[in-house]
């Protein structure tokens, strides 16, 4: 099994950056990626980047690219989600994520972000 418990969300105003964090214990040798996911009110969850445990390679929705990076720390085993220049329509609450055997299996428990004026 492997635990995932995110933090760093909050309210900021459009333009600003935030950066949310998301640590993994357990069987950490059984990741093969990370990733994060986003559920706006309303809509159904999407993908917004990750990043390949071994090898570092990432991967993003194209919408977001250049604004969000996804980013690892395998001593401390955790995924950083850093996003700039945040929109409105970036208000959702975010998931981290671990893949095993290809798919995606372990959840954090979300952090809301909300982008407002």
């Known amino acids: 099994q492997v635990q995932l418990v995110e933090s760093g969300g909050g309210l900021v105003q459009p333009g600003e950056s935030l950066r949310l964090s998301c640590a993994a214990s357990?069987?950490?040798?059984?990741?093969?990626?990370m990733g994060w996911f986003r559920q706006a009110p309303g809509k159904e969850r999407e993908f917004v980047g990750e990043?390949?445990?071994?090898?570092?390679?990432?991967n993003y929705a194209d919408s977001l690219k250049g604004r969000f990076t996804v980013s690892l720390d395998n001593v401390e085993n955790t995924v950083y989600l850093q996003m700039n220049s945040l929109k409105p329509e970036d208000t959702a609450v975010y998931y981290c994520?671990?893949?095993?055997?290809?798919?995606?299996?372990?959840w954090g428990q979300g952090a809301q972000v909300t982008v407002s004026s």
């Open positions: 357990g069987r950490i040798a059984s990741i093969g990626n």
């Open positions: 994520a671990a893949s095993s055997n290809r798919q995606y299996k372990y």
């Open positions: 990043i390949s445990r071994n090898i570092g390679y990432t």
